[in-house]
Each structure stands twice: as structure tokens, then as C-alpha cells.
């Protein structure tokens, strides 16, 4: 069966359009390269272009489902496929949500409540309120259920789409319907307003250690950082531990000033290396330094610690201003640009970084100076850990023992053992910990009592330069 004049007519037009389209992307975008081709190369390439005309026209002529072959379904599976034909994970499409989302990102600032939540099987869950938000101030508080928003049932929602819900122009208001507990059920409105993205924590440590954790690097994390030394400052801090652990990264700009404040002008923190020479650039320090070079520094990575946490961690270890604590980090030493196409975008990879010691990290991480972890659990511990964890156990202790006391986790403890659980008494304990600071609307920044690479942080700063007075 073959399709009307008409029709035919109508994908012709559209198709000689999207050519055109196509051409006009690529002298936008890559002017340099189309230069710098040979007539041959120009042949090439729009014959290509034709090729895909054609293929594009077939497609909507001939495919058997008709509404599947809309021209923007079909040009965004194009367009994703011909990044993901790099091969490079950090190369990709992104849709006009996916592009709303980095942009958030990237801006450090969104409108909503001020949430963080997660998927549970009954509603979805609330991890904790961010402190001075509309939610943490209408007093939604940690573990509190959401099982409606706006009246509409979001049971079984994916957490995307109950986060759409959630966001909004700032002014609007938002009702959630909130489950706390077992039975009681009411609603909760707010006014949305602008949220910002959590970037910094910070806390003293045994009075005289600064505790920073740098969650990720957004345009806000320097003023953040900035912050935090001069809490630390008032407190007196004589050292530093910097928190890298399960960062993802961010802004190249952002983590450039956030490490500028350890060095005195004139310093490399990093430099790019990239096919076009106007990419290639190097970073180096430029204002007085805040942090005092008799202040010893100890990092923490983890295997998640990535691309810019891992340009500061690079630039503090090279430069021989810090100790390296934990886990190799993750190993993304590539630069990405963002560029839009109306709605949508996407995101290509343009460099490599190095750091000051010229180590390109891309693939390989940096390794700590001391590597500190969790003891691996045998194959009979872990089948233990998952029937303990399958039966809530830790659940149902804590809704019979709100405010266990030692006491109380001693009798659990041998309980466990009577059952047959083969599970150690510290893991157990910990468990307990994080689930008691995971329903807890102000959890503590850090825990000495469980966290192996913190505790080896405070030891080896202890034993820098003798006792920290």
C-alpha cells in the first residue's frame, strides 16, 4: 500500500527542509573543521546528508506504524545516535527535560520545596527537608510518605515525574498529602520559592579540625567555601579535612576558585588539552591565599569522587598541600561543553584535563596516599546481611526503640546472633546509625563513630606535627 501525492508531496518538502536544517547545524557549530576540509571532504559530507534525507523520507513513507514516525522522534533518535557513536559516556542528546535538568545544575538554584526524596513501593519517601525551605518550615519532616500531590495519587510514580510535580514557578503554591507513621494521613501547602542546591557543609571536629564536605561544584560553591573558612577561622581551626567523597564534580570555573584559596598567585591548578588550540588553557592561582600554609590538609576520595573534585584533589596532592585518604577516585579528567538546540541541547566532550604535575587522570582516577575501606564481607555474611535486611529488621527495632539506648542495641545485638545472622556487631551498629540520621530533619554533619577513612584522617592529622592544641 503506498501512501498519496499529497503525503508524499508534504515529506518531500520536509525532508529538503531538514537538509537544510542539517547543513545550517553543522557550519554553526563546527566552522573550524568545515574550513579546514578539502573540496572532497565537503563531497563527502553532503552526500551523507543526502543519504539521510532519503532514509528520513523512507522511513515516514514506509514504516507500518504511522505515529511513531513523527519528524521529532525521528531527528532525536538521529541526533542520540550519533553521540552515542563516540563511544564516549560523557557525550550525549539531551532532551528538553534532560536540558532543564543540567541547567539546573549548573545554575545551582531551582523552583520547589526543598526536598530530597526517593521511590518507595507505598508513595515516595522523604529523605530530609533542606533547613529553610517550604517544606522543612511547613515541618514535612524525614521519613514522612508522600502519597498524593495536588489530589493526585503518585503511588507507583516514577520519582521524575513526582519531582515535576514538586517543582514549579516560585510564588505557587503545592499541596502534598503526607503519611506519617502508620495511619495518620493530612495535607500539607506550600509556596514554592527558589531553592538552592546544597553545595557545602561544614563542621569543627574534636574542637580545633575543620570539617568541609564539598557536595559538588555549582556557580554558589565558592561563596559556600568561602564561608566555611571563616567559620573555621573563628573557631580557631590548626586543621583541615576536605570531604570529596561521592561528588560527582560540576563546574570547571567553580572548582578553579574554590582551589585558588590555597595558594598564592601564580600557581597551576590544572590545564586542558584539546584538538582546537583555543580550548587549550591553564589555570593557575590568582588572589592571596585564606588558607595558611601551616594548616595541614587531609582529602577524602572515594571511586566516586569525580571529574572537578578530583581537579582539586589533584592540585592539592601535586603541589604537596595535601594527604590523600580513601579509595581511587573515579577517573573523569574530560571537559564538556553544553550547547542548546531550541528546547533541547547536548553535551560534548572538547578536552582533557591535567593536573599540575601534567597526569592526565581520564580512565585512570588518582590513587590515595592511604587506602582505607570497608572489610569485603565473605560470601556467607553478605547472604546474611541480605535475609536481615529483606525482613526490616533495623525498621522494626527503631519503631519498638525510637531512642534505643546502648542497652537496648546490646539485647538486638544477641537477638540477631540467637537468630542465626552472621553479621558483625559494628555493621549492625551502623546500620542502626544511618537509618536513626536518615529520619532525622538536621542528621549530623559527620560520624567519627563509624567512618574508618574520617577516623584515619583525625589520626594522621594528630600525628602531623604533634598534638593539634
Do not use: W
Not at 581537579?311 to 590523600?324: H, P
Amino acid at each position: 500500500m503506498t501512501s498519496s501525492k499529497t503525503s508524499k508531496e508534504k515529506y518531500v518538502v520536509l525532508s529538503i527542509t531538514l537538509v537544510f536544517l542539517i547543513i545550517i547545524f553543522l557550519l554553526s557549530f563546527t566552522p573550524r573543521l568545515l574550513a579546514e576540509s578539502n573540496e572532497t571532504e565537503d563531497e563527502d559530507l553532503l552526500n551523507k546528508l543526502l543519504q539521510l534525507q532519503q532514509t528520513l523520507q523512507f522511513i515516514q513513507d514506509y514504516y507500518v506504524d504511522e505515529e511513531k514516525v513523527t519528524t521529532d522522534q525521528l531527528m532525536e533518535g538521529a541526533m542520540k545516535g550519533m553521540f552515542d557513536s563516540l563511544g564516549d559516556p560523557h557525550s550525549m542528546y539531551l532532551s528538553e527535560k534532560e536540558m532543564k535538568d543540567m541547567q539546573e545544575t549548573t545554575t545551582g538554584k531551582f523552583g520547589g520545596v526543598g526536598l530530597f526524596i526517593y521511590k518507595d513501593e507505598e508513595g515516595t519517601e522523604v529523605s530530609r527537608p533542606i533547613p529553610g525551605t517550604p517544606a522543612y518550615k511547613a515541618g514535612v519532616l524525614a521519613g514522612d510518605l508522600i502519597i498524593a500531590v495536588n489530589g493526585e495519587n503518585i503511588v507507583g510514580m516514577e520519582i521524575d515525574d513526582v519531582v515535576d510535580r514538586l517543582k514549579g514557578v516560585p510564588g505557587t503554591e503545592v499541596t502534598m498529602t503526607i503519611r506519617r507513621g502508620k495511619t495518620r494521613v493530612f495535607d500539607i501547602t506550600v509556596v514554592r520559592d527558589n531553592i538552592e542546591l546544597p553545595t557545602v557543609t561544614r563542621d569543627m571536629i574534636l574542637k580545633d579540625i575543620a570539617y568541609l564536605h564539598i557536595i559538588q561544584f555549582t556557580p554558589l560553591t565558592d561563596e559556600r567555601v568561602i564561608e566555611a573558612l571563616d567559620y573555621f577561622k573563628k573557631n580557631n581551626y590548626k586543621a583541615l579535612i576536605i570531604d570529596l567523597r561521592s561528588n560527582p564534580g560540576g563546574l570547571l570555573d567553580s572548582v578553579v576558585k574554590v582551589a585558588d584559596h590555597f595558594f598564592e598567585p601564580g600557581q597551576l591548578l590544572v590545564g586542558t588539552k584539546s584538538r582546537i588550540p583555543e580550548e587549550e588553557i591553564e589555570f593557575y592561582s590568582q588572589k592571596k591565599k585564606l588558607v595558611s600554609d601551616d594548616i595541614p590538609i587531609v582529602i577524602l576520595t572515594d571511586q566516586f569522587s569525580a571529574s572537578a573534585s578530583e581537579i582539586l584533589t589533584g592540585a592539592l596532592k601535586d603541589t604537596g598541600r595535601a594527604y590523600v585518604i580513601g579509595q581511587n577516585s573515579y577517573g573523569k579528567g574530560s571537559v564538556q561543553q553544553i550547547r542548546g538546540i531550541g528546547g533541547a541541547g547536548f553535551r560534548l566532550t572538547i578536552a582533557k584535563y591535567y593536573t599540575p604535575n601534567k597526569i592526565f587522570i581520564d580512565g585512570k582516577g588518582i590513587a590515595p596516599d592511604k587506602e582505607i575501606k570497608e572489610a569485603t564481607l565473605t560470601d556467607e555474611e553478605e547472604a546474611s546481611l541480605q535475609r536481615f535486611l529483606d525482613k526490616n529488621k533495623i525498621t522494626q527495632f527503631l519503631e519498638d526503640n525510637p531512642a534505643p539506648s546502648e542497652k537496648d542495641i546490646n539485647v538486638f545485638l544477641k537477638q540477631i546472633k540467637q537468630e542465626g545472622y552472621t553479621i558483625q556487631d559494628r555493621y549492625i551498629r551502623k546500620l542502626i546509625r544511618n537509618e536513626i540520621n536518615r529520619t532525622n530533619n538536621d542528621p549530623p554533619v559527620y560520624d567519627l563513630d563509624f567512618d574508618l577513612e574520617l577516623q584515619e584522617a583525625v589520626y594522621y592529622i594528630r600525628h602531623y606535627k604533634g598534638e593539634a592544641q
